[in-house]
């Protein structure tokens, strides 16, 4: 199942806007447009992005150079040091709204994510809360965190105040079936997936996921339509198309053991849909 990622980088919108034009210390360049271009540059060339915004930085771009730098790195695949560059910077902008400063924390944690050092993105995650726990995003991120270390049942909490704060986001309704299902709880997998797909009913990851529930209750028919669905809608190479298959050939009832891998961290580049 993939989950697309969180929050985006700082953006470049009603975010990134005021704090950018706080950082570019050239009288003779809009902040916010520098920071902008900056931003896509990472996104679509980071190694050039890293190039712009070192010299960004030499020239005063203070943490908005530092926060594109960090972006440009998870782009190259150093998660590692990403997280390590964005938790520096959410812990030194003390100056910040705890908004902000819980956007980039939550970044961090998604970096590690990535890493898959549980651990330390679950820290991150922990401190992007206690700055904005109104934040659904990172409600959702730390769910994936706690689905990826097999902690479940804490994940279904993040998900249910995820959707407290944002009611009836089929993401998190995706994401919350599959983690009753692992934890057995097929009905309420069920119940999950059929609320994302009124709002979607071609959602292939609601109907892998309402598939593989009616599975596990012995619903042949309902799943095999589902399972069936999901190879029509998603490519044979495809994640989904692999569970698909599996589940069209596994036996009816509970599975022995937990059948779905852990959801995908989200990116920092991407706006959430």
Aim: proline share 6%; with cysteine; aromatic share 4%.
């Amino acid at each position: 199942m993939t989950r697309i990622l969180l929050v985006a980088a700082v953006l470049c919108g009603a975010v990134a806007t005021p704090w950018a034009a706080g950082l570019a210390q050239s009288p003779s360049t809009d902040p916010a447009r520098r920071y902008a271009d900056c931003m896509a540059t990472a996104r679509a060339d980071p190694k050039r992005g890293i190039e712009i915004a070192r010299a960004w930085e030499s020239a005063g771009g203070g943490a908005g150079a530092r926060h594109c730098r960090a972006i440009a790195l998870f782009e190259l695949g150093d998660h590692v040091e990403a997280g390590k560059q964005l938790e520096t910077l959410a812990r030194e902008m003390t100056g910040q709204s705890n908004a902000l400063r819980a956007e980039i924390f939550a970044q961090a944690g998604q970096a590690y994510q990535a890493a898959r050092l549980g651990e330390q993105a679950l820290a991150a995650q922990n401190a992007a809360i206690l700055l904005n726990s109104q934040n659904p995003e990172i409600w959702i991120d730390r769910s994936i965190t706690y689905a990826a270390v097999g902690a479940y049942r804490e994940a279904v909490s993040d998900l249910t105040h995820a959707l407290a704060l944002s009611p009836g986001r089929g993401d998190a309704l995706v994401l919350r079936a599959a983690a009753w299902r692992q934890l057995g709880n097929f009905k309420a997998a069920v119940t999950d997936a059929d609320a994302a797909l009124r709002a979607n009913s071609n959602a292939s990851d609601a109907l892998l996921e309402r598939g593989m529930a009616r599975r596990a209750l012995r619903d042949r028919n309902g799943s095999d339509a589902d399972l069936r669905k999901v190879l029509s809608l998603v490519s044979d190479s495809s994640q989904q198309a692999a569970q698909a298959r599996a589940g069209l050939a596994a036996p009816l009832g509970p599975p022995p053991s937990a059948s779905a891998p852990p959801p995908a961290p989200r990116k920092p580049a991407e706006k959430p849909k």
